[in-house]
């Protein structure tokens, strides 16, 4: 294995609109940038409004054409996500591809939402859920496909149905699991509700292997003032090609997801590595936690419980 960057082509997506979640910076700025670059309108709904001007920026320096539109979007937070799908409703424009792409990773203490739950399950999973949700009519219009990203930790673990919000106990790398899991779950139940009441969107899932991103620095909001000797190990590796990605190659399987000719509805891309934790991107095999179809209707149904977004 060597450090060698892949890359993979992008039709031109002139006309289209996209809608990025996390992509402030990290791998979600880096999807972001390759679909401006494909001459797609790129929605960057983000936390840190300072942030957001500093990705539009660096997106813009790359592409001076890039057509970004910025929103404010709190995914810890319902009523945010709320607003947001409102602004969206109301600017009237079809989407075309939506990526379900940020979330947090393992605070050292349970932390939860503005709505009371558990920070990393309403953060990465409830929030797309809600999101989509709210967009459902313009995701109709544009035929859109919808991209949710999951994680190397799905592929082992469970949904903790007796506490889903770890309100008894609370184990930062299990709640994790559950959650992306959950967003596994999900892009794939997605796709076959869609297919069965023909909303006319598709629905995959992808994952970005192990990079050194953000997930696991220091990050005061989640109560980690330091790195995780984790992700110090991580940018060892990365750095000298070693068994994990890079940022750059852990956009990849997304991207592939969101707009490669051969990516498919109901689909799993992640890199192609052993262990799918670094390498070029592709389709691989579903681990054992995302294949169960009577949890994925069943944490549905949970999830239009706790956020109040129904699917119509």
Same mark, same amino acid.
């Given at each position: 294995?060597?450090?060698?960057?892949?890359?993979?082509?992008?039709?031109?997506?002139?006309?289209?609109?996209?809608?990025?979640?996390?992509?402030?910076?990290?791998?979600?700025?880096?999807?972001?940038?390759?679909?401006?670059?494909?001459?797609?309108?790129?929605?960057?709904?983000?936390?840190?409004?300072?942030?957001?001007?500093?990705?539009?920026?660096?997106?813009?320096?790359?592409?001076?054409?890039?057509?970004?539109?910025?929103?404010?979007?709190?995914?810890?937070?319902?009523?945010?996500?709320? *607003?947001?799908?409102?602004?969206?409703?109301?600017?009237?424009?079809?989407?075309?591809?939506?990526?379900?792409?940020?979330?947090?990773?393992?605070?050292?203490?349970?932390?939860?939402?503005?709505?009371?739950?558990?920070?990393?399950?309403?953060? =990465?999973?409830?929030?797309?859920?809600?999101?989509?949700?709210?967009?459902?009519?313009?995701?109709?219009?544009?035929?859109?496909?919808?991209?949710?990203?999951?994680?190397? *930790?799905?592929?082992?673990?469970?949904? =903790?149905?007796?506490?889903?919000?770890?309100?008894?106990?609370?184990?930062?790398?299990?709640?994790?699991?559950?959650?992306?899991?959950?967003?596994?779950?999900?892009?794939?139940?997605?796709?076959?509700?869609?297919?069965?009441?023909?909303?006319?969107?598709?629905?995959?899932?992808?994952?970005?292997?192990?990079?050194?991103?953000?997930?696991?620095?220091?990050?005061?909001?989640?109560?980690?003032?330091?790195?995780?000797?984790?992700?110090?190990?991580?940018?060892?590796?990365?750095?000298?090609?070693?068994?994990?990605?890079?940022?750059?190659?852990?956009?990849?399987?997304?991207?592939? *997801?969101?707009?490669?000719?051969?990516?498919?509805?109901?689909?799993?891309?992640?890199?192609?590595?052993?262990?799918?934790?670094?390498?070029?991107?592709?389709?691989?095999?579903?681990?054992?936690?995302?294949?169960?179809?009577?949890?994925?209707?069943?944490?549905?149904?949970?999830?239009?419980?706790?956020?109040?977004?129904?699917?119509?």
């Amino acid at each position: 294995m060597s450090d060698k960057q892949y890359d993979i082509a992008v039709p031109d997506l002139s006309g289209k609109r996209a809608v990025v979640t996390g992509a402030s910076d990290g791998i979600g700025l880096g999807i972001a940038t390759k679909l401006a670059g494909a001459g797609a309108e790129v929605v960057l709904p983000v936390r840190n409004p300072h942030k957001g001007e500093a990705a539009v920026a660096k997106i813009r320096a790359r592409h001076p054409a890039a057509k970004l539109v910025l929103r404010e979007v709190d995914l810890s937070s319902l009523a945010s996500v709320a *607003a947001l799908g409102e602004q969206l409703r109301a600017d009237g424009s079809p989407i075309h591809f939506l990526v379900n792409n940020a979330g947090v990773m393992t605070p050292p203490e349970r932390q939860t939402t503005a709505d009371g739950f558990e920070l990393q399950f309403g953060t =990465n999973h409830l929030s797309h859920f809600a999101l989509t949700g709210h967009l459902l009519p313009l995701l109709q219009a544009g035929q859109a496909r919808v991209t949710t990203q999951s994680s190397v *930790a799905a592929r082992s673990g469970a949904i =903790n149905w007796d506490d889903p919000n770890w309100e008894r106990t609370y184990d930062g790398m299990r709640s994790y699991r559950q959650s992306k899991i959950a967003c596994g779950l999900f892009g794939l139940e997605l796709s076959r509700r869609s297919s069965a009441a023909g909303w006319g969107i598709t629905s995959n899932i992808s994952h970005p292997g192990v990079a050194p991103t953000s997930l696991l620095a220091a990050r005061p909001e989640v109560g980690r003032t330091g790195d995780t000797r984790e992700v110090r190990i991580i940018r060892w590796l990365s750095a000298r090609g070693i068994i994990v990605g890079t940022v750059d190659s852990a956009k990849l399987p997304a991207l592939m *997801a969101v707009a490669a000719p051969e990516s498919r509805d109901g689909g799993f891309y992640g890199p192609q590595w052993p262990g799918n934790v670094g390498g070029p991107p592709g389709a691989q095999k579903l681990w054992k936690p995302l294949r169960d179809n009577d949890n994925a209707s069943r944490l549905w149904a949970l999830s239009e419980k706790l956020t109040g977004v129904t699917y119509a």
